[in-house]
Structures are given as structure tokens and as C-alpha cells.
């Protein structure tokens, strides 16, 4: 069964940091590229990162947190980490894992990580 599990959110003023923790189970991590999404209240949920490795040129971060968050995959471990430095009140969000953003089908979501940036 797969299970992506996230972890690391939490409450933190404008301008903190957070490092989002997703530990994937269930399937062969390594043949998958993993994304990082979020879901504002009343907003659609959107990709902002993915990564294949660590080697440069393989990951991907959308504009709106280029610079701020990074995206990375210790090799070896069914893990990946999010490091969000920063952080603005609009980053307020749950934030989810899953196979890459626009990928034909997404393994069954996991619950998220709550992340509240307060101004």
C-alpha cells in the first residue's frame, strides 16, 4: 500500500523557516520524480517543487517560492525535503507530496502538513 506521510508544519512569523518532511512507503521510491504541493483555503491545490535527485539541474521550483524554498532527496532514503526560509503570509497553506505536478495519475494523498505564516 502506498503511504506518503508529511510532517514539519507548524505556526512561525513572516520572514521564519520550516524544513517539510515527506516519507513515502509502498512503492520503488527511486523510479518516481516527487512534488511538493499546497492548497490554500478556497484555492485549488498547486505544484510548487519537484525533484528526480540531488544532482544539479534536477529539481524544480515554481516562481513564487524560487529562492526561498528548496527541494531535496537524500539518496537512500524513501524521503524528501522541502527547506521553506522566508516565509510570507501568503505560503499559508496545507502542503502535500506526490509524484511530480502533471503527472497522468497521483498516488492517494496523504493528510498534509499545516503551515500558518503569521504577518
Known amino acids: 500500500e502506498v503511504q506518503l506521510v508529511e510532517s514539519g508544519g507548524g505556526l512561525v512569523q513572516a520572514g521564519g523557516s520550516l524544513r517539510l518532511s515527506c516519507a513515502a512507503s509502498?512503492?520503488?521510491?527511486?523510479?518516481?520524480?516527487i512534488g511538493w504541493f499546497r492548497q490554500a483555503p478556497g484555492q485549488e491545490r498547486e505544484g510548487i517543487s519537484c525533484?528526480?535527485?540531488?544532482?544539479?539541474?534536477?529539481?524544480f521550483v515554481e516562481d513564487s517560492v524560487k529562492g526561498r524554498f528548496t527541494i531535496s532527496r537524500p539518496s537512500g532514503a524513501n524521503t524528501v525535503f522541502l527547506q521553506m526560509n522566508s516565509l510570507k503570509p501568503e505560503d499559508t497553506a496545507v502542503y502535500f507530496c506526490?509524484?511530480?505536478?502533471?503527472?497522468?495519475?497521483?498516488?492517494?494523498w496523504g493528510q498534509g502538513t499545516q503551515v500558518t505564516v503569521s504577518s
Open positions: 506526490n509524484r511530480a505536478p502533471g503527472t497522468s495519475y497521483f498516488f492517494t
Open positions: 509502498g512503492f520503488t521510491f527511486d523510479d518516481y520524480v
Open positions: 525533484i528526480i535527485s540531488n544532482s544539479a539541474g534536477s529539481a
